[in-house]
């Protein structure tokens, strides 16, 4: 079992849908990334959080330690939120990443 | 401030040989970590280096080294390429240790005929 889960591996959206992706893990943790990752190969990272929740414009993510889980959310999606998403945890100050999940918007 | 550069951005080599690939962290950033990136496994992370030492390491064989100069700048080598080592190599900085966010660079995309 790998020890960063993440679901679902594929999303599809008409644009404006409101969009969740969900991480969960299974070892300890200092922090939680999420990450984004455009054709190409480019990561951006969005969110690193320990605990609660964070905004950045229309990204919401939020962690619950005691559960071990995250999600992230993205509301009013738009065809160029596609990308791969991709939740990483720091572990021992090692990340320890997702297999990610792959969201495509359609206008 | 310019991003985290790495080069070259793409490399085809042989079975065999041996390859080394450069990445410039953001100005002031001392941590550098490095990241393999396969279809089969993900992204995995193979070490990281601070002020010129490597101060974690993945779970990767010892054909794969890097090492840090007094600028920051980071080379990691992998010797006696194996098909597997197919991928996209990534590097990431960060001001210091602990938790904080990490910068990436476009990534180096090695392909091993």
């Known amino acids: 079992k790998n020890e960063v889960e993440q679901s679902p591996q594929n999303l599809t959206a008409q644009e404006g849908e409101f969009i969740t992706i969900n991480c969960s893990y299974s070892?300890?943790?200092?922090?939680l990334h999420w990450l984004q990752q455009h054709p190409g190969g480019g990561i951006v990272s969005l969110f690193m959080l320990s605990s609660g929740k964070k905004k950045h414009g229309r990204l919401i993510a939020t962690i619950n330690i005691q559960e071990k889980h995250s999600s992230l959310h993205i509301t009013a999606s738009h065809p160029r939120d596609s990308a791969v998403y991709i939740c990483a945890v720091a572990n021992t100050d090692k990340l320890i990443f997702g297999t990610g999940t792959r969201l495509q918007v359609f206008p | 401030k310019a991003g985290v550069t790495q080069t070259p951005r793409y490399l085809i080599k042989t079975r065999g040989q041996q390859v080394t690939l450069s990445c410039s962290p953001i100005s002031g950033h001392r941590s550098v970590s490095w990241y393999q990136q396969t279809p089969g496994q993900g992204l995995q992370f193979l070490f990281e280096y601070f002020s010129e030492t490597q101060r974690n390491k993945g779970n990767f064989p010892g054909r794969f080294s890097g090492r840090q100069f007094s600028n920051s700048r980071s080379e990691m080598n992998v010797s006696t390429l194996e098909l597997g080592d197919s991928a996209l190599y990534l590097c990431?900085?960060?001001?210091?240790?602990?938790?904080?966010?990490?910068?990436f660079g476009d990534g180096t995309r090695l392909s091993i005929l």
């Open positions: 990431a900085s960060r001001p210091g240790v602990g938790n904080q966010p990490q910068h």
């Open positions: 070892v300890g943790i200092s922090a």
